[in-house]
């Protein structure tokens, strides 16, 4: 229902700066929250950053002061930015986005979907 494709991602030495940029396009006025996530080989996906519909912003400690995540909506793409400033060999991971959609089924309830991912944007720091 809603479609993500990253971009942005790259290599850069210890110390410098990417941005990362999410298009989500489809059914966007569902998305609740929307978040990146990162995974380096032979580790589980993490959160990065997160911020909600209201405009809450969570951080991974590891990255508090260093990463800044921004959500803008133009026309009918929502966009989700993420600033990354002195960035460290251990920031290499694969970062994907990922929004949370609220969803009414047929019987009127409401849910959350979690499962909404983009195909992922290799960063490589190198030392």
């Known amino acids: 229902q809603v479609h993500l494709v990253e971009s942005g991602g790259g290599l850069v030495q210890t110390g410098g700066s990417l941005r990362l940029s999410c298009a989500a396009s489809?059914?966007?006025?569902?998305?609740?929250?929307m978040a990146w996530y990162r995974q380096a080989p032979g580790k589980h996906r993490e959160l990065v950053a997160a911020?909600?519909?209201?405009?809450?912003?969570?951080?991974a400690d590891s990255v508090k002061g260093r990463f800044t995540i921004s959500r803008d909506n133009a026309m009918n793409t929502a966009y989700l930015q993420m600033q990354m400033n002195s960035l460290k060999p251990e920031d290499t991971a694969v970062y994907y986005c990922?929004?949370?959609?609220?969803?009414?089924?047929?019987?009127?309830?409401?849910?959350?979907?979690?499962?909404?991912w983009g195909q992922g944007t290799q960063v490589t720091v190198s030392s």
């Open positions: 911020v909600t519909k209201g405009g809450s912003i969570n951080y």
């Open positions: 489809g059914n966007i006025f569902s998305i609740s929250a």
């Open positions: 990922n929004c949370i959609l609220e969803l009414e089924d047929a019987s009127g309830s409401w849910y959350f979907n979690h499962d909404n």
